[in-house]
């Protein structure tokens, strides 16, 4: 019993060395696009809200303009840091290689999307608030109109589509419900695809009740974080036998 104990945590030890690989390579990957957004992004040159007339039609009224708008944002900014906590904080007490797989899975997301957002740069709704708008506000909120008006000229505005929030709120919610699927537990698993669902989508509902996305922003970004926090879990979960090399031979060994 003993030597297969032995097996199985070497079996584990080699599987975390993959996992770090992994990890070391999309921290990478996550820290190139960091650079991008402030280093190159603000020499590219901008586009127009007409070049995206397809995809977003003719906006209303921003609701970034709305009295809420601020409580919104900080709304989704709770919804989806509670999601990655949640998810991580449940990994880590599992073993080191699954936070290590969590983390490369919030990762993915996060560089799929923001690669996304820097290549297309599409516009956020508060491109679209006008001088009279703005000055309006500023008579009952300087405060605020002050800070759409330096939203509305950052590289920031510029990268809409699609949502980061929506998208790392659904790759956390996504990972820890694929976790607890793995570990055929039914019941919990199920709880947590709807609890995932349920904050996804009012993290989503929060960015544009916020005036900070587009419908279709964090339907984009939703889908692809689940996409990742799906994905990254099912890829790195070995639970068939694997043939370990031991000194002198080698041997078959599980996890459970």
């Not at 280093?39 to 586009?47: D, F, H, I």
């Not at 019941?187 to 349920?198: D, E, N, P, R």
């Amino acid at each position: 019993m003993t030597l297969l104990l032995a097996q199985v945590a070497y079996a584990d030890d080699a599987r975390l060395d993959d996992a770090r690989w992994w990890f070391l390579g999309l921290g990478a990957a996550s820290a190139a696009t960091i650079v991008w957004q402030e280093a190159l992004a603000p020499e590219q040159p901008q586009r127009t809200q007409e070049g995206f007339t397809w995809l977003y039609g003719e906006p209303a009224t921003p609701k970034a303009l709305n009295e809420d708008a601020a409580t919104w944002a900080r709304a989704s900014d709770v919804l989806m840091l509670g999601a990655i906590g949640a998810d991580l904080a449940y990994a880590g007490t599992f073993s080191d290689v699954d936070l290590t797989l969590h983390l490369e899975a919030l990762m993915a997301g996060f560089v799929t999307i923001q690669t996304l957002k820097l290549t297309v740069r599409a516009p956020r709704p508060t491109t679209w608030i006008s001088a009279d708008e703005l000055a309006t506000l500023a008579e009952r909120d300087p405060e605020r109109a002050a800070e759409l008006a330096q939203d509305r000229a950052s590289t920031d505005a510029w990268m809409s589509f699609p949502s980061g929030h929506a998208g790392l709120a659904a790759t956390a919610s996504a990972a820890l419900a694929t976790q607890l699927w793995l570990e055929e537990r039914p019941g919990w698993a199920a709880a947590a695809t709807a609890g995932g669902a349920a904050v996804t989508v009012g993290t989503g509902l929060a960015r544009v009740e916020a005036g900070k996305h587009h419908p279709v922003d964090v339907v984009v970004g939703g889908l692809l974080g689940a996409g990742a926090g799906v994905g990254v879990p099912l890829l790195g979960h070995r639970t068939g036998p694997q043939i370990v090399a031991l000194p002198g031979g080698a041997a078959v060994a599980g996890r459970w």
